[in-house]
């Protein structure tokens, strides 16, 4: 089993639609969870982090997290096109002893069409 | 404020030549990290600086050596350049404390084709 799972993908989503983006992770005890979304030929730039189960809204992001079943998502609402793109979740181990290393799921490539 | 820097963007090898890659932060952050991307395989850490001074090997260390030189950088070198590692290359850097780690803040990347 791989340490991050996401959903395989690709999803395509009409423009102003809700597009779901799941992640499933291994290590118990990860403490630190986050959505990096990557432009084809680009790095990976921060979305979301969320650290405390729950959901944590930053504009049309919603980030929820539910350490009980191993499991965190990412919502994006009103989808644009704008938001195609890969996503990549991304989780660290035990905080205090990971020293920051995330593990990266393989990503779940959108696409938002008009 | 340049965030990371990588150094070069693209780079075509031979097979058996060496080459190093270079990163450098200006955010003040105390650890680095070296990944590559795949087709396919996500991001995958080759090594990492959890501060100055150290280094520590990652999931994929065989064929990479690391320095870190100062606070600011750290450096990926390929003593002998093999086909298998035609990879997309990204440098990154964290300010780690306590339990809640930072996010990672990405290089924009090197390209390296090793024929």
């Known amino acids: 089993q791989k340490e991050v799972e996401q959903n395989s993908g690709p999803l395509s989503v009409p423009e102003g639609a809700i597009a779901s983006l799941n992640c499933t992770y291994s290590?118990?005890?990860?403490?630190?969870f986050f959505w990096y979304r990557q432009y084809s030929g680009k790095s990976p730039e921060l979305i979301m982090s969320i650290y405390s189960n729950g959901d944590k809204e930053d504009g049309r992001f919603t980030a929820q997290l539910n350490k009980a079943s191993q499991y965190v998502s990412l919502l994006i609402r009103d989808s644009q096109p704008s938001d195609s793109a890969t996503y990549l979740c991304a989780v660290t181990n035990a905080g205090g002893t990971s020293y920051g290393k995330l593990t990266f799921g393989q990503g779940t490539i959108l696409t938002v069409h008009p | 404020n340049a965030g990371v820097t990588q150094t070069p963007k693209f780079q075509v090898l031979k097979t058996g030549q060496s080459m190093t890659l270079q990163c450098a932060q200006d955010m003040n952050h105390n650890s680095m990290y070296w990944y590559r991307q795949d087709p396919g395989m996500g991001l995958r850490l080759i090594y990492y600086?959890?501060?100055?001074?150290?280094?520590d090997k990652g999931e994929v260390p065989n064929g990479y050596n690391v320095s870190r030189l100062n606070k600011r950088e750290f450096s990926l070198r390929l003593e002998s350049a093999a086909p298998s590692q035609t990879s997309v290359y990204f440098c990154?850097?964290?300010?780690?404390?306590?339990?809640?780690?930072?996010?990672?803040?990405f290089g924009n990347g090197t390209r390296l084709t090793v024929t």
């Open positions: 290590d118990r005890v990860s403490q630190s």
């Open positions: 600086s959890a501060s100055e001074g150290t280094t």
């Open positions: 990154a850097s964290s300010f780690v404390r306590g339990v809640q780690d930072s996010p990672l803040h």
